[in-house]
């Protein structure tokens, strides 16, 4: 049987299950396929903070979210197209979200009395006339996976779980995905239980057979290859290209790096990833908690290494301290902090962007420290390798403000070659610097800089004594002079602001916007799919994003400025929006939603239309 | 193999070049110690003792965190960090784990080690990285002028607890061996000659050090320690912990106790045989245990000496090794291969 192929530019697909079905596997294979058969794409993994809630249950479903087109994108999607329902669970919680007429393919199997008792449903939605204004393929994924596998020698329960790489097959047929890649990779995670990978296989082909041959699938689509440019590419998350940012950053400043971190949510992946790159001469330490990740970070950082420590809102919390003991210590130190839903515990899986006053201001005294944020997974790397220059070269902590919807988000990344990498080294100081020849003084600046001298412990006619106590400009010796307090304060603070940052650029196709819309961090994508949809429809919007939020680049007053009117999304309740109203006296407009997921590009679109339309 | 570096606690720490002398260690710092201050004593003992080590000035860090004793490492001529309260162990373990060249001292006291930064204290003895921690333990606060610490007495009357203290004070050699730590020792500032010969074991010692030195407050708990600096009581009282020899002085002995614990005698009622004999290399803590459980009731006998030195691989080396496999298996980190690896697609 010839089937019907449809040609698509993009699709948005959501796999939803219980949070013990693998759907954050199932979807990072059909990203895989997808990133090697050329596509651009974007995803979104939601999931539980609990591992294994009650199963069945609302609170238990995890989904997982993958836009992929033939032209480049910007976010996961707003509204999936396709909706894979493993449970009734699943379907009840993302049907809201789905526009009339996507696909539906739910496992009928699953769509038991008790299971639909357990999340409201009197009458199964599969067998009622509810679901009609979608296109519903009812599939009973489980015993089709049980069949297929009945030669096999596992168990019922081994066969049943292989009911997601069914529907992967299925998906990867649906969407003319390359299958090569995920059996290779299934063999590789099953090599020592070979039945279980014969298995799995199986399903997996049986699926894709499924799809082929049936009359229950109809059509299938294709989605060219995006024309990205020439190069080299691979599929990575916000944390793993955090990771290897780190690890080029060491290698980059020629400095050996001391990982000091405590497991938390959703930063651990860094952590984990830095582990596996011992080759590097990577010193990974899991603390005894939060505060002694940093303390060892930063002893580590007095020793002459590049020390980082990884951790989320709560973690940046407990640090405090140690981060302003480095700021008057004038040690270089990064800070990764994945920002979560908050305050205290919040919502661990879920993001928001309402860490930035805590980095900026979150300690005692005037503590300037430098505050970046990357605005899209891949831009993680870049972002580490620039906070590493800034806290070496100025010799200070360095906030790197990344958060959860980009440290699990994932996109395609151009990888660049080591040969395009900065090179961030600054040597140790190894020599006197008193004008006597002979004494050292660990508080005289660098004029242009303003940085003091890197100084470690080994170095000979070096030795000296650096402490939270305040320190006089110079010698560094222990001080309570009033007017040396106020000049340190001024120095410290000029040094932080005295930092290089690349000026904002401001992308406005027509040059005759009035309206701006400004964001920062991982709020890019929407930002930016948004403004491409109200000039597509006439609007004129000029946009901008801010990488450096402290300091401000050298011309962002010119350009706030510049415009009638300045909007600032932010998944907080105006925390940028604040300091820019503080500093350069603009009636920001904001727009603040703090949901724990990203915007969508849709409702940015819609607000930034209303703004034009005001004018 | 890691085992090597047993009892070589300043193997892999370059050794200086030519004599050096206790002036060499000492800064153009005032020293600011309320005058009569124990710390003085250990000090003048610590700066006397460091050119026995031989090992380069610049190799040699001092960590500190927060209260007087903290304030010791503007006085060393070497590397020094002053840096915040309770954190000293934390700081210097990841200066001790990246740089096994140097040899690192912690200085801390029984606020600072016990209380705010107790946390980091036991993980850095169970954790074993290469360091020496000396604890200045004088039972009360001094730089917050005069609360009662966690080692004070039950009942102590204090600026903060004017009807007296309510809760049991640490033992700190208890806590260190619940802690497993490898070396744990207790000696006192007025007797410069017992703080060399201890502090000589703990830098040989590689792993985690834990020095108690007893350290008198003259300000606000002066003569805590005057029972075991008196003449005439220092004897009686006084159980020097040797290795080899039995625990007892003149007039008390050490033996095992009925309930499975260690008692005090009086010497004379029981035989030569039944006295303990110390083995500070007994790998089952449970002795050292119970050897500082004698300390109760206060000042009838006081253990003073090494209570326990016990080898295993520190932190720091095991790390270092683990560096070392991963480059032997794989070859050194090329960064362009990591960045290329995984799955990747090219597009032309």
Not at chain 1, 257 to 269: C, E, K, N, V
Not at chain 1, 326 to 348: F, H, K, N, W, Y
Not at chain 1, 440 to 462: S, V
Request: glycine content about 8%; charged content about 20%; some cysteine.
């Amino acid at each position: 049987m010839t089937k019907q192929v449809q040609q698509l530019d993009r699709v948005i697909i959501r796999f939803a299950g219980d949070s013990g079905d693998g759907m954050q596997l199932t979807g990072d294979r059909f990203t895989a396929e997808t990133a090697s058969f050329g596509n651009d794409l974007s995803t979104l993994p939601n999931f539980p903070a609990e591992i294994r809630a009650p199963a069945g249950t609302l609170p238990g479903v995890s989904s997982f979210q993958l836009h992929f087109a033939d032209h480049d994108i910007l976010t996961p999607g707003d509204a999936p197209n396709v909706l894979v329902a493993m449970n009734p669970a699943a379907l009840k919680a993302n049907l809201s979200d789905l526009p009339r007429g996507a696909d539906i393919i739910a496992n009928a199997d699953e769509f038991t009395k008790r299971n639909l008792q357990k999340v409201g449903y009197d009458v199964n939605p599969l067998e009622d006339e509810s679901l009609a204004e979608w296109r519903l393929h009812s599939v009973p994924l489980t015993s089709l996976t049980v069949k297929a596998l009945e030669e096999f020698d596992i168990s019922k329960k081994d066969a049943e779980r292989a009911k997601n790489m069914f529907a992967l097959g299925l998906l990867s047929w649906l969407y003319g995905r390359p299958v090569e890649a995920t059996i290779k990779f299934i063999e590789t995670k099953f090599a020592k239980k070979p039945a279980i990978a014969k298995s799995n296989v199986a399903a997996f082909n049986a699926g894709y057979n499924y799809g082929e041959t049936t009359e229950a699938f109809s059509v299938s689509y294709e989605i060219k290859p995006a024309p990205l440019s020439a190069g080299v590419y691979r599929n990575i998350s916000g944390n793993q290209a955090l990771a290897l940012g780190l690890v080029a950053a060491s290698v980059q400043s020629k400095l050996p790096l001391f990982l000091g971190s405590y497991p938390i949510t959703p930063a651990s992946d860094i952590l984990h990833e830095l582990s596996k790159h011992k080759r590097f001469g990577i010193r990974t330490f899991q603390a005894e908690d939060e505060i002694a990740g940093v303390g060892a970070a930063l002893g580590a950082a007095f020793g002459g290494a590049l020390g980082v420590t990884t951790t989320s809102g709560p973690g940046v919390a407990l640090k405090a301290e140690t981060v302003g003991l480095a700021v008057t210590t004038e040690l270089p130190l990064i800070v990764v902090d994945v920002q979560r839903a908050g305050p205290s515990t919040g919502m661990p899986t879920k993001t928001e962007q309402t860490d930035l006053l805590m980095a900026l201001f979150g300690r005692n005294g005037e503590s300037p420290v430098p505050v970046i944020a990357p605005a899209t997974p891949s831009d993680c790397f870049d972002a580490a390798v620039e906070a590493a220059r800034i806290a070496i070269k100025y010799r200070t902590p360095v906030m790197l403000l990344s958060d959860g919807y980009l440290a699990n988000g994932s996109e395609p990344w151009k990888v660049p070659s080591q040969a395009e990498l900065p090179d961030i080294s600054v040597p140790y100081t190894t020599e006197p610097n008193g004008d006597d020849g002979t004494t050292f003084l660990p508080f005289k600046r660098d004029a242009e800089t303003l940085a003091r001298p890197w100084a470690i412990p080994g170095t000979p006619g070096l030795e000296h004594r650096i402490g939270g106590i305040e320190k006089a400009d110079g010698t560094g010796n222990i001080s309570y002079d009033p007017s040396n307090h106020d000049l340190m304060v001024r120095l410290r603070q000029a040094k932080i602001d005295g930092i290089d940052v690349p000026d904002l650029e401001v992308d406005d196709p027509d040059g005759d916007a009035r309206v701006l819309v400004l964001g920062w961090g991982s709020t890019y994508g929407p930002i930016a799919a948004a403004a491409r949809r109200v000039r597509r429809g006439g609007g004129k919007v000029a946009q901008a994003h801010l990488r450096h939020l402290n300091p401000f680049p050298k011309n962002i007053g010119e350009v706030l400025k510049s415009y009638d009117k300045v909007l600032l999304p932010e998944i907080n309740l105006g925390q940028l929006a604040l300091l820019l109203r503080a500093k350069f006296l603009v009636d920001i407009i904001s727009y603040n939603r703090v949901r724990g997921l990203p915007f969508k590009a849709e409702e940015l679109a819609g607000v930034i239309q209303e703004v034009i339309d005001s004018e | 193999m890691s085992e090597s570096l047993n009892g070589k606690g300043l193997a892999l720490v370059p050794k200086a070049e030519g004599k050096q002398t206790l002036k060499d260690f000492k800064s153009d710092q005032e020293v600011r110690w309320c005058p009569g201050c124990g710390d003085y004593a250990i000090l003048a003992a610590v700066q006397s003792f460091m050119p026995e080590l031989g090992i380069k000035r610049e190799n040699t860090v001092f960590v500190s965190g927060i209260g007087c004793s903290s304030r010791f490492p503007y006085y060393m001529n070497t590397y020094g960090f002053h840096s915040i309260h309770g954190r000293a162990p934390a700081i210097a373990t990841g200066l001790a784990a990246s740089r096994p060249d140097l040899s690192v001292w912690v200085i801390t006291g029984d606020g600072d080690a016990l209380s705010i930064g107790g946390n980091h204290l036991i993980h850095a003895l169970r954790r074993n990285v290469n360091l020496n921690i000396l604890l200045f333990n004088n039972r009360i606060y001094g730089l917050t002028k005069g609360q009662y610490s966690p080692t004070s007495e039950v009942g102590k009357i204090t600026k903060s607890t004017p009807m007296g203290s309510l809760d049991k004070p640490f033992n700190p050699i208890s806590l260190a061996v619940g802690a497993e730590a490898g070396f744990v020792a207790r000696t006192i500032d007025s007797d410069r000659k017992h703080l060399h010969s201890v502090l000589r074991e703990a830098a040989a010692h590689r792993g985690t050090s834990l020095v108690e030195i007893y350290q008198n407050c003259n300000i606000f708990n002066d003569n805590a320690f005057e029972d075991l600096k008196d003449p005439e009581k220092r004897d009686v009282i006084t159980l020097r912990l040797e290795h080899g020899q039995p625990i007892a002085n003149a007039t008390q002995a050490v033996r095992l106790a009925p309930t499975g614990g260690l008692e005090v005698v009086a010497r004379d009622s029981i035989s030569p045989e039944e006295i303990l004999v110390h083995d500070v290399h007994n790998p089952d803590p449970s002795l050292a245990f119970a050897l500082s459980r004698l300390d109760e009731p206060a000042f009838q006998h006081v253990p003073i000496g090494i209570f326990r030195s016990v080898d295993r691989p520190s932190y720091d080396h095991l790390m270092s090794e683990q560096l070392e496999m991963a480059v032997a298996q794989r070859g050194p980190g090329d960064l362009d291969e990591l960045l290329q690896g995984g799955d990747t697609w090219k597009i032309n």
